[in-house]
């Protein structure tokens, strides 16, 4: 009898040593889950936060470059001209302090990306001949070097508006002198017309230029 209360004694023993490692490893499973669960978290919380980083980078750059071609785009629209340039309707005007040829004040000109200048309306003309009254003449984009009489600007457009001063063009005509033909134009600012003052003249004479760039 005494042998049969041990065994069951024992025997219960053993069933709650059982139950108690279950228990344990059903704790510990549950912990090593949620372990798991917490690392996954973290990890998608760090990807989160780099892919936030990345957007907002993103988005500060982008912001940037559209804040500075905002700035560009005005400084352009309001300046429009290079130093020592001046902004006159849709064109630019260089006005020169050397003196020159007609041929080497047009390649001056196609050096900057220029030409000399085309002349197409009366208030351009007026601005041309107050950009400067410190200087006697300035060779324009206008010649009948192709054909005598038959006079073409740079840019190979015809003649249509004319602003020559009296008794221009006259070829050199009034000269005792004749040094050869007068196929290049100046504006002379010795004429007293305030905006008729074109004169055709030798192309080898040198004198000042205004190249024109259109933007």
Known sequence: MVDYVNK???EENENRATRRVKTETHLSD?????YR???????ML?????????????AFCTRRVVEERELVVPTRTVLGCTEGWR???SSCYFLSTKRKTWEESRQDCLERGADLVVV???SEQKFLTELNRNIDRVWIGLTDRE???TWKWVDGTPLTTRYWGQNQPDNGAVL???IGEEDCVVINYGYPDPVNKWNDIACNSQFNWICEMVI
């Open 46 to 58: 760090c990807i989160l936060q780099v892919t936030l980083n990345i957007s907002l980078k993103l």
């Open 37 to 43: 669960l917490a690392a996954v978290c973290f990890g």
């Open 176 to 178: 005792i002198v004749h």
């Open 87 to 89: 902004l006159s309707g």
């Open 120 to 122: 197409n309306s009366r």
């Open 8 to 10: 069951q004694v024992i």
């Open 30 to 34: 549950g912990r090593t889950r949620l």
């Open 147 to 149: 054909t005598e009489g």
